[in-house]
Nanobody, 122 residues
Framework: VQLQASGGGLVQAGGSLRLSCVAS????????MGWHRQVPGKERELVAS???????NYADSVKGRFTISRDNAKSTVYLQMNSLKPEDTAVYYC?????????????????WGQGTQVTVSS
């Protein structure tokens, strides 16, 4: 599974951005998808995740402001970010968890997109 993220940019505090991430390859093997973010010197953190059936999970810091969604037909996951704050500034990475049935059993893995910069100015 390969992922291509887009949609980052520079926005003023209070503004909005929408990130997109398109999957290719064995897309039928994808289970959960999600968005993580990372700032220099800190660990990558989960922002939001969504199951294939649409169940969602959010970090407390983004609840009520960010919305994750996915279109399984297009193999795409989105992150709508509203009411952005300077502390949301980070590189955002999409990820996909997948399972492939092999002769010897299930192979599970996680693929990452290339990252897209989001900068929120005060």
């Amino acid at each position: 599974v390969q992922l291509q993220a887009s949609g980052g940019g520079l926005v003023q505090a209070g503004g909005s951005l929408r990130l997109s991430c398109v999957a290719s390859g064995s897309t039928s093997s994808i289970n959960n998808m999600g968005w993580h973010r990372q700032v220099p010197g800190k660990e990558r953190e989960l922002v939001a995740s969504i199951s294939r059936g649409g169940s969602t999970n959010y970090a407390d810091s983004v609840k009520g402001r960010f919305t994750i969604s996915r279109d399984n037909a297009k193999s795409t996951v989105y992150l709508q970010m509203n009411s952005l704050k300077p502390e949301d500034t980070a590189v955002y990475y999409c990820e996909a968890d997948w399972t492939v049935v092999r002769d010897w059993g299930d192979q599970v893995g996680r693929s990452w997109g290339q990252g897209t910069q989001v900068t929120v100015s005060s």
